[in-house]
C-alpha cells in the first residue's frame, strides 16, 4: 500500500485530502507544519509527499529544498498544494523540486489523478524501463535503472521528471513534440493551457546537457509548436576518440 505524507497547516483540507486517499487504497499521515513535515518525511520515508506552500514555521518551498539536498528523500515524489496559483508561483515550486503543483480549491478526482500518475511515474521502475524504446542516440545513452544519462561520455545524474522529459524527446529524435503530447506521456495527464511546467523542467534539462542553456544546440524550442531533440548521429567511441585526439 503506497504511502503518502500530507504537509499542510489546514485541518479541514488536510482531512479532507487523507480521507479520500485513504478511500482510495493509499496510507496517509499528516503534519501540521513545515519542520514536522520535513522530519516525518525523513522517518517514514513515504512514497509521495503532499505539500502546502503557505506553512507555519518553514514555509514549503524551504520545505521542498530541503528535502531534495537530502539524500534520503532527494527521489520521493512531491504534489505541492497551494492557494498561489500565478505562473511565477509555479515556476518557484517546481525550482524548489516540486514534481506537480496543483491549485486550490481543486476537485478530488484532479487530486486523485495526479497522485496516480506520479506513483505511476516514480515507482522506482521508469517508463523507460517498462518498454522496449530507444534508449540510446549518437552521445546520449539513457540508464533507466539509475535515472542516468550518458552525453558525450560523461554520466549526468537527472531526476525523475527530467529523465522521463528527455525519454520522451529520445523516441521522437529530430520532430517537433507538441506539449499536450509531453504532459500525457510525461505527467500522465490530460494537458491544460498552463506549459510553464514543461518550459522549467526543459530549463533544467538545458542546464545538465546543454553548453550555453541560453542558446540551446540540442532542445530546441519550436515556437508555437512544441521542442525538438537533435543529436548528431556520433557514436560515444568517436566523440571519445575526437576528444582524446
Same mark, same amino acid.
Given at each position: 500500500?503506497?504511502?503518502?505524507?500530507?504537509?499542510?497547516?489546514?485541518?479541514?483540507?488536510?482531512?479532507?485530502?487523507?480521507?479520500?486517499?485513504?478511500?482510495?487504497?493509499?496510507?496517509?499521515?499528516?503534519?501540521?507544519?513545515?519542520?514536522?513535515g520535513?522530519?516525518?518525511?525523513?522517518?517514514?520515508?513515504?512514497?509521495?509527499?503532499?505539500?502546502?506552500?503557505?506553512?507555519?514555521k518553514?514555509?514549503?518551498?524551504t520545505?521542498?529544498?530541503?528535502?531534495?539536498?537530502?539524500?534520503?528523500?532527494?527521489?520521493?515524489?512531491?504534489?505541492?498544494?497551494?492557494?498561489?496559483?500565478?505562473?511565477?508561483?509555479?515556476? +518557484?515550486? =517546481?525550482? $524548489?523540486?516540486?514534481d506537480?503543483?496543483?491549485? &486550490?480549491?481543486?476537485?478530488? %478526482?484532479?487530486? #486523485?489523478?495526479?497522485?496516480?500518475?506520479?506513483?505511476?511515474?516514480?515507482?522506482?521502475?521508469?517508463?523507460?524501463?517498462?518498454?522496449?524504446?530507444?534508449?540510446?542516440?549518437?552521445?546520449?545513452?539513457?540508464?533507466? +535503472?539509475? =535515472?542516468? $544519462?550518458?552525453?558525450?561520455?560523461?554520466?549526468? &545524474?537527472?531526476?525523475?521528471? %527530467?529523465?522521463? #522529459?528527455?525519454?520522451?524527446?529520445?523516441?521522437?529524435?529530430?520532430?517537433?513534440?507538441?506539449?499536450?503530447?509531453?504532459?500525457?506521456?510525461?505527467?500522465?495527464?490530460?494537458?491544460?493551457?498552463?506549459?510553464?511546467?514543461?518550459?522549467?523542467?526543459?530549463?533544467?534539462?538545458r542546464?545538465?546537457?546543454?553548453?550555453?542553456?541560453?542558446?540551446?544546440?540540442?532542445?530546441?524550442?519550436?515556437?508555437?509548436?512544441?521542442?525538438?531533440?537533435?543529436?548528431?548521429n556520433?557514436?560515444?567511441?568517436?566523440?571519445?576518440?575526437?576528444i582524446?585526439?
Amino acid at each position: 500500500m503506497p504511502r503518502i505524507l500530507v504537509i499542510d497547516d489546514d485541518p479541514a483540507i488536510a482531512e479532507l485530502v487523507a480521507v479520500n486517499l485513504e478511500m482510495a487504497g493509499y496510507e496517509v499521515s499528516q503534519a501540521p507544519d513545515g519542520i514536522k513535515g520535513q522530519a516525518m518525511a525523513l522517518q517514514m520515508q513515504p512514497d509521495l509527499i503532499m505539500l502546502d506552500l503557505m506553512l507555519p514555521k518553514v514555509d514549503g518551498f524551504t520545505v521542498c529544498q530541503r528535502l531534495r539536498r537530502d539524500d534520503r528523500t532527494a527521489d520521493i515524489p512531491v504534489l505541492m498544494l497551494t492557494a498561489l496559483g500565478q505562473t511565477q508561483d509555479k515556476v +518557484e515550486g =517546481f525550482n $524548489a523540486g516540486a514534481d506537480d503543483y496543483l491549485t &486550490k480549491p481543486f476537485e478530488v %478526482e484532479e487530486l #486523485l489523478a495526479r497522485v496516480r500518475a506520479l506513483l505511476r511515474r516514480t515507482d522506482r521502475i521508469p517508463q523507460a524501463a517498462k518498454h522496449a524504446e530507444i534508449l540510446n542516440y549518437g552521445p546520449l545513452t539513457l540508464v533507466p +535503472e539509475r =535515472f542516468e $544519462a550518458v552525453w558525450f561520455g560523461k554520466t549526468v &545524474k537527472l531526476t525523475h521528471l %527530467e529523465f522521463e #522529459l528527455l525519454h520522451c524527446l529520445l523516441q521522437r529524435h529530430g520532430q517537433t513534440v507538441s506539449p499536450s503530447e509531453i504532459l500525457r506521456e510525461v505527467w500522465g495527464y490530460d494537458p491544460d493551457d498552463d506549459i510553464e511546467t514543461i518550459r522549467v523542467h526543459v530549463r533544467h534539462l538545458r542546464t545538465k546537457l546543454e553548453p550555453e542553456p541560453r542558446h540551446p544546440q540540442y532542445i530546441k524550442t519550436v515556437y508555437g509548436a512544441g521542442y525538438c531533440l537533435e543529436l548528431p548521429n556520433t557514436s560515444i567511441e568517436e566523440v571519445t576518440t575526437s576528444i582524446a585526439g
